[in-house]
């Protein structure tokens, strides 16, 4: 153990050396590594990317075996939507947490405020950490310290289906006001201009975001989604369904928005980076990937704006084997893998230094998302942040279904909210 | 074994003084005492039980206990003791006596779920006994292919519930599942199953009465079987029609199975979990939310996870089903039945 201490040390101090030279030193430091490095173990890692991205990040977190040959990854692939809950029973219960977990952007100050992650300053799994993008960074802090290091960050944008747009001769919407008025030039086409996500609150954030409004104001620590904005936001979607112009659903949202795009029953949705991949083997855009256009989401009244999300990578405060799972984190953030990535999944990177890299500047997916997520709503990065969905995914199907108005709906979720940060001076 | 509980209670108060006597250097020889009898005529029957009281001590005991404790204190994810690797974190909660429960109590939210818990509980068990029953009476007779009848009306029963439930989540789609293609077939328009409130509880309702309804056959069946034909021979040389056999003689003769399934059916439908959680997660909204799932929600979805109150909501349930479970026995045995 000590001696595994030392070696996490000297490897800390070897990488911290070789960012000060401040050159590009990958094939040199490595190198260093092999001197000292003595890892070995297992390092289990839960991986929540989707059906069409898994096999890559298992080919790519398996590859950390070749360069540690004595340490033994194990990848498990967990659905993202059961990840938060799995983790949350391993590591509250003390058995079965992994050693390395793939973050969303806003588990992080949920997981570290309960004592679950590793602090990461000062060990090897921060790597050069000027190199990271400002935004990305941010979601990695809690209470002054650090407990993931950024894996990928993304943002909403609007995906369309270029054909469909262009026989209904209907231009790419800036506004949620020209979807609904492209909805009669669709009519003869059979398609429906727009797909509402119903079921998931991340995707009612660019309608908020729309009205000039968001959820907290955590600076000022003030509930603001009941300001006004929310309801407003409440009315554009409930207006968008009831004129035809997009088609919802409150169950199987994504499954049903992603076959009925891919299918061209609908020309238009909001997605990100991550739904790339899977969406280009549809239909209607497997061998035509031209077809697939992405465009910034739609602004509302007030504004024009889309979350910023992305996975940050984090490790189990509870694991056995710190040293390479440090050592793991740091080579799933290193620039290789997040180019590597890049170039398979069109997924952006979270180093500045990997935009300048050939093949990542010629990704038009890239020159669409980075000016998006450069202008992305930073979300508040605070514990309760993951909590915030919640009160959303109710009410946004309530007024879907007609059975709350905009208005009650958007003062509901501020009650909920009001209960949720009850501790400090929240007003 | 009711009669050796009550015997043991006694000499074991009185064992204990025999003990001490015993350390003091009581006199040899003396009559042995209850308990030492007790011991002699019973100590295999209580060696033999014991695994099973360590056993359910432990596992229902415990748990019980620990949840009652729990329900009086504001424990939650952030402040019950833990240790995470080199962190160790002490237990900070705090005994709130009966505030959990007070503050559920006057809130909406738990009428709500108790009003649509109670509703889907006598829809489900209502409509799959009778289904259950109408089913029986029909395989109760000599029919041709009787056992592929059989087979097939029990098959839902052998598929694991969870994959049955996401066989109907399918069929539920809105946009792309058979039921709404089907309606489109024939013209009609698509039936948000899932997607409105109303259209949720009844889809919910359906799914649960085809899990439940081989379960009640089955009992019926074996209930029904159960008459002696001469019974139902006799009532038809008297003259009784089809119906009259079968409210007088059949009904009457599987009361005592039915009341007993009933009584279970209630109790699982009550706290039917996987069906409501993996059809709609209580969804759309929370309109098919039942109140075991509002309390999985307080103990495994919000953040920090709140044990305190899912305790208190949990304790809330079963005073529910045992409130019921008494009334329940009561109201049988004035009519007779002996349960």
Redesign the interface.
Known sequence: MRRGIAATALVATLSLAATACGGDSDSGESGEKKGSGELSGTVTFWDTSNEAEKAFFKKTAEGFEKEHPKVDVKYVSVPFGEAS?KF??A??G?SGAPDVMRTEVAWVA?FA????L?PLDDTAAVDNKDDYLDQAWGSTQFEGKTYGVPQVIDTLALFYNKDLLKKAGVEVPESVEDIKNSTKKFQGEDVTPFYMR??DPYWFLPFLYGEGGDMVDAEAKKITIDDGAGAKAFETIQDLVDSKAA?T????GW??MQ??FKDGKVAMMLNGPWAIEDTLAGKEFKGNEDNLGVAPVPAGSEAQGAPQGGHNLSV????KN?DASYEFAKYMSSAEVQKATTEELSLLPTRTSVYDEQTVKDNTMVQFFKPAVDKAVERPWI??G??LF?PI???L??V??G??EPEAAADKIGEEYAKLLKDGDWK | MAVETGRSVAPAAGGDARGRGRGTGGAPGKTPGPLRRALATHWYAWAMVAPVVTVIGVIIGYPLVRGIYLSLTDAD??NVA??????E?DATYEFVGLDNYQAILTDGVFWDRLGWTVLWTVGCVSITFLLGLVLASMLNRKVRGRTVYRMALILPWGIPAFVSVFAW?MLY????GILNQLLAGGGIDGI?W????TWAKISVIAVNVWLGVPFMLVAMLGAMQGIPGELLEAAEMDGANAWQRFRNVVLPGIRSVSSTVILLSTIWTFNMFPVIFLL??G?????TEILVTYAYRLS??????DFASSAAWGVLILLLLSAFAVVYRRSLRKQGEVW
């Open positions: 809950n949350k029973n590591a509250g003390g949920d405020s309960l004592g679950y590793a119903g079921d088609t659903d409150t169950t199987d499954e049903n076959k009925s189990y405060a509870g694991s710190l514990a309760e993951n909590s919640e995914r109710v009410q199907a309530d879907l279904t059975k709350t | 994810e952030a833990r240790t995470i690797g080199v962190n974190i989540r789609n809105e946009k792309n948000p899932l997607g409105d409130p709609t997660r969804g759309p909204g929370d309109s495994f979805l919000v953040s920090p996870r």
